[in-house]
């Protein structure tokens, strides 16, 4: 299975950045779906993630009330509407997908792609 994100850019603070992931196979789409993303010198970090319904979703604290994860089983896609950005938001964003429930940790992501830069600078 293959993971492919895009829609990273340069953005500045304050501003709005979309982000999609694409899945090769068909066999993730009941799969729970998110995010995760690394900046430079630091510890990936868990951003969001999405039940396969789409029922649920769960946040990470530094974005919640900003970014909004999403999916679409039919294109088996999943997104990250980012709003209100900040500097401190730029990272390599990672589209992970896995079975677990246990959202916050890496270890519950079988697959994951390989990454889109988003950088938040004016």
Not at 91 to 118: F, K, L, M, N
């Amino acid at each position: 299975v293959q993971l492919v994100e895009s829609g990273g850019g340069l953005v500045q603070p304050g501003g709005s950045l979309g982000l999609s992931c694409a899945a090769s196979e068909r066999t993730v789409t009941s799969y729970s779906k998110g995010w995760w993303r690394q900046a430079p010198g630091k510890e990936r970090e868990f951003v969001a993630a999405i039940s396969w319904t789409g029922a649920i979703t769960y946040y990470a604290d530094s974005v919640k009330g900003r970014f909004t994860i999403s999916r679409d089983n039919v294109k088996n896609t999943v997104y990250l509407q980012m709003n209100s950005l900040k500097p401190e938001d730029t990272a390599v964003y990672y589209c992970v997908a896995g079975p677990g429930s246990e959202w916050y940790r890496a270890e519950v992501w079988d697959y994951w792609g390989q990454g889109t830069q988003v950088t938040v600078s004016s």
